[in-house]
């Protein structure tokens, strides 16, 4: 399904592929996010139960200038995880980069497909066990057609990994989008568009919105692309959490986690008990739509679903078997970063919430290290003379408030 505003939205990542990147860059760090870290997909998608050993064929529906296809190909290759990751966009400009990357990384296990997500169903691509599009429904003519094409090549028992925009955080991006529609009308060329865009941004008044929203800076620090697509993208819907939910749900999917699960918990925004208890009459769509409006900080939405009928994996945290591991923060540094109060100060887009742990948590958090099983954990800390009912009460505690923040989950086995 195309139109005119679609090929106008081609023929801007055709002149501005995004996000900015330079395949140099490779050699200094690799840009690591959600969705797609390997270990979330272990975690959120398959409940740590699909086998290490398995092969994972994933497939990147958007793929850009290839952030998530190069962090899931690397991770994959790092830890001798089988499989490939199937890159797939439209742009040529965008292809030219993201392979550079790979190729900068020595990378082997990407496939490069260039084309249109809407064009997955019969195309004999996939099945895929594991789907990221991110930024992308957001531009489509219908994301509901978007998805379901997505849905054409999951492989039974697969899921996804989705970001979409959310117009709060979104704050002064659609006043300035309208004011540039005028300044710099669609029907002109992206380089002249972008000129306009440069020179009313250096006098922007000081009561536009833009100005005072901190929670995304691709104007400020992503060059042409950046500002192009986020103040003069020709297609840009935001979906508010209900907005999302209900698109997911008559796709036929159910939603394992918004990410990350505690900014869409209410709770720790309404300290008052009076406050909290009209919580009680709300379900969980309803209390993560009142986070958002309370917090007004998301920009974004990002979650990981799964088809709705499929069986719903609940790993337990606590299984002898179950190997604890630290998405990307080590043990000791989480440890380390317990106050006295015995609360960890975690901060999203500017709003610190403070996260209760136990008093053990600095005892046990130093022993994760994703090799050692819960098991394993508890007898050291046994030989040190913790009782096991009294590690195990902990390390419950301990776990499911770093799930709920997505520092710790549960690796494959």
């Not at 972008?194 to 008044?205: E, S």
């Amino acid at each position: 399904m195309t139109d005119a505003t679609d090929q106008r939205l081609a023929g801007q990542y055709e002149a501005y592929p995004y996000p900015k990147r330079d395949p140099r860059d490779e050699a200094k760090r690799l840009i690591v996010g959600s969705p797609s870290h390997l270990r979330e997909i272990d975690h959120w998608v398959f409940g740590a139960a699909r086998p290490a050993s398995s092969p994972l064929n994933a497939l990147v529906a958007g793929g850009g200038t290839g952030d998530a296809t190069i962090m899931l190909a690397q991770q994959m290759t790092r830890l001798g995880r089988a499989g490939q990751v199937t890159w797939l966009d439209r742009s040529t400009a965008a292809l030219a980069i993201a392979q550079g990357r790979a190729q900068a990384r020595g990378l082997t296990n990407i496939v490069w497909e260039q084309r249109s997500l809407l064009g997955l169903p019969g195309s004999g691509l996939g099945p895929f066990d594991y789907i990221d599009c991110c930024g992308v429904l957001h531009h489509l003519p219908d994301p509901a057609e978007g998805l379901r094409a997505l849905l054409s090549v999951l492989a039974p028992g697969g899921g996804m990994g989705l970001m979409v925009y959310a117009p709060h955080g979104r704050t002064g991006v659609y006043m300035m989008q309208d004011a540039l529609r005028l300044l710099a009308p669609p029907d002109e060329t992206p380089q002249q568009r972008l000129d306009v865009a440069r020179r009313v941004m250096r006098h922007l008044p000081e009561t536009q919105w833009l100005r005072h929203n901190r929670n995304f800076d691709d104007h400020i620090n992503g060059g042409d692309a950046g500002l192009y697509d986020l103040l003069l993208n020709p297609r840009d819907r935001a979906f508010t959490v209900p907005e999302l939910s209900t698109l997911l749900a008559d796709a036929g999917l159910r939603v394992t986690c918004w990410v990350e699960p505690i900014r869409y918990d209410p709770a720790p925004l309404l300290p008052e008990p009076k406050l909290r208890s009209r919580l009680d009459t709300m379900d969980a769509t309803e209390r993560a739509a009142l986070a958002e409006a309370l917090a007004g900080n998301m920009a974004v939405h990002i979650v990981y679903c799964v088809r709705k009928d499929d069986p719903i994996h609940l790993p337990d945290p606590c299984a002898e078997a179950a190997v604890p591991v630290c998405r990307e923060i080590d043990g000791e540094t989480l440890a380390r970063g317990i106050r006295p109060d015995g609360t960890l100060s975690v901060a999203f887009d500017g709003l610190r919430i403070p996260v209760a742990l136990p008093p053990l948590a600095s005892a046990i958090l130093p022993l994760v290290d994703g090799q050692r099983s819960v098991g394993q954990i508890g007898t050291i800390l046994a030989e040190r003379g913790m009782k096991p009912d009294a590690f195990l009460k902990a390390w419950r505690q301990t776990f499911t408030a770093l799930e709920r923040i997505n520092r710790v989950l549960l690796a494959a086995p």
